[in-house]
């Protein structure tokens, strides 16, 4: 392989810290959540996943499947700093890093000498270090790496090639692949595409006409394992937002105000903080019957201001007026890079969940 890409990923990272604290609960089935009546886990250790439970699963449900788990509140001040340990000594490892999250990453490995040995070397600084262990998955891209990582974990270490990464996973669902989800997935079986081996095998403009020009030919590409060869070490953020999902519906227009108010300001902090600035101001509404809907608006200049995005996301949200109670609240802004940045798309989608 003359591109060489690794995806490292610690291994239920959340769980993993705080079995690192709590060394009498290694072995039990661990649950990393909030306790709100709508919390969602965070994380799990590999005993609790056993039953069933996985991330952003809602607590509840995860209770029920695992009445013995023990839920612990997540602590993210503390994942931040062992999170800073582990990418420092990626760092020092490797001068291309991609980092995707606290938890994981992509490596360029490119032209480095026994890279497989490299990379031991750092899992096993890793766990010297932190206690933590880590999987790895080495291919010619970073779809084969990031496939390879989860094929084994936990403490996986899977080296691939494109094709071998074809033969291997043949026979498995499509939804294996990140970028492919359920929804897709459903109407890849429609089509009678239940493997990614019979997705590789295609035919582009086929799936052209269901899908659309640009996600046909994506997709069999997907399943013949081609993707991006060029780790990006500073991902650019193209928007940011802030939202919460409320412990109990919330109907009154007022109050919804407030929150949405409280929330820019928050985001507005945030931008303010790194020097961000977008145009385009954009609100997320649930309802009580996960119903999802978005309403976006892209005004003349770039702004970080309180008084502008506020007041947008204000009228947003009296325009479209929710007829039920509302679960969830959000407010974002994009199109960073100043007045001169190409317009975004103005979104306005309900989405039945």
């Known amino acids: ?25 290694q072995g039990l089935p ?21 039953f069933g439970i996985g991330s952003a699963m809602p607590t509840s449900r995860a209770r029920r499947l695992c009445p013995e788990a023990i839920l612990i509140p997540p602590d993210f001040p503390t994942y931040r700093a062992v999170s800073a340990t582990v990418m420092g000594l990626v760092r020092g490892t490797v001068d291309e890093v991609e980092v995707m999250g606290l ?40 779809l084969v790496a990031k496939v390879a990582s989860d094929a084994e974990k936990p403490a996986g270490f899977v080296v691939l090639t494109r094709q071998q990464a074809c033969d291997r996973f043949a026979q498995s669902a499509p939804s294996l692949v990140p970028g492919i989800g359920a929804k897709t997935a459903e109407r890849l079986v429609a089509l009678g595409i239940t493997t990614l081996g019979a997705l590789a095998q295609a ?25 991006a060869e060029r780790v990006e070490s500073v991902r650019e953020a193209v928007s940011e937002s802030r ?11 007022t ?39 978005t309403r ?28 039920r109670p509302v679960r969830l609240l ?10 001169d940045a190409p317009p975004a798309e103005v979104q306005q989608l309900a989405l039945p969940l």
């Open 1 to 25: 392989m003359s591109t060489v890409i690794a995806h490292l990923d610690i291994d239920a990272f959340y769980a993993s810290v705080e079995l690192q604290r709590r060394p009498e609960l």
């Open 30 to 50: 661990v649950i990393v959540s909030g306790s709100g009546p709508r919390a969602v886990v965070t994380t799990a250790s590999y005993e609790a996943r056993k």
């Open 103 to 142: 938890d994981e990453a992509y490596l360029d490995l490119s032209g480095m000498h026994s890279p497989k040995a490299a990379m031991r070397r750092l899992i096993t600084q890793i766990r010297q270090a932190t206690g933590l262990t880590a999987s790895v998955g080495i291919g010619p891209n970073k």
């Open 203 to 227: 035919d582009a403009d086929a799936l052209a006409e269901h899908f659309g020009p640009r996600q046909g030919p994506w997709l069999v590409a997907r399943g013949r394992f081609e993707g």
């Open 243 to 253: 939202e919460t999902t409320f412990d109990v519906d919330i109907a009154d227009r």
């Open 255 to 293: 109050d919804l105000e407030v929150e949405l108010h409280r929330l820019a300001e928050q985001l507005c902090r945030g931008l303010q903080k790194h020097e961000r600035a977008g145009r385009t101001i954009a609100i997320k509404v649930r309802l009580d019957d996960w119903t999802t809907v």
């Open 296 to 323: 976006a608006r892209t005004i003349g200049h770039a702004t970080n201001e309180l008084e502008h995005v506020g007041q947008v996301a204000l009228e947003l949200l009296r325009e479209y007026a929710p007829a």
């Open 330 to 339: 959000g407010v974002r802004v994009a199109s960073f890079g100043g007045p």
